[in-house]
């Protein structure tokens, strides 16, 4: 049997250990999401490069806020933690605004209420047949994303430049703040 003094014993080293544990744990929580949605956006912008290559067209990705409905349409803002779309823009308009306009892949809304902006006001990104990013005013364009609750160290940033060279920084790298 069990004292009542090694019982309190054993349940103060255990409410110590998690004391100091379950903060780290939160931290490490907290980067791989962080890391997740940066590398969400990366990989669709990756794809959408890769795709305009091997099928000799414009693709587009572009914010939404409804990337989910039936038929989404891109947001027009640099706001981009509500969804995206990646879609062949036949027309290169950078919006779905075509019957040939085929919607590749789209993304959701972030859950917790992070922030997802991109420099100079861009909404979307079309890459042409060679690869290259068409539409960046005054490139290259850095994506921002900030945690709900702001940590400098939970800031990541996607940094995208005209010849379609995409790299991810993390905060103080770069143009990443």
Not at 59 to 79: D, F, L, M
Not at 85 to 92: K, P, R
Request: proline share 4%; charged share 10%; glycine share 8%.
């Amino acid at each position: 049997g069990f004292t009542l003094i090694e019982l309190l014993t054993v349940i103060t080293i255990v409410a110590i250990l998690m004391a100091l544990g379950v903060p780290s744990y939160q931290y490490v929580t907290n980067a791989n999401r962080i890391s997740g949605e940066v590398n969400g956006l990366l990989g669709d912008m990756q794809y959408a490069r890769s795709e305009a290559i091997k099928e000799g067209q414009t693709v587009t990705v572009c914010s939404s806020t409804n990337p989910t409905a039936a038929a989404p349409t891109c947001a027009g803002n640099a706001a981009w933690q509500n969804g995206w779309i990646v879609f062949s823009d036949v027309n290169g308009t950078g919006a779905v605004d075509s019957a040939s306009d085929t919607i590749l892949r789209v993304q959701r809304a972030f859950p917790l209420g992070d922030t997802f902006n991109a420099s100079n006001a861009t909404s979307f990104v079309t890459f042409n047949r060679e690869g290259f990013a068409l539409n960046l005013a005054n490139p290259p364009v850095t994506v921002t994303l900030h945690a709900a609750v702001p940590i400098s160290s939970s800031t990541r940033c996607l940094q995208i430049t005209i010849v379609g060279q995409l790299r991810t920084e993390t905060a103080g790298q770069g143009a990443c703040t």
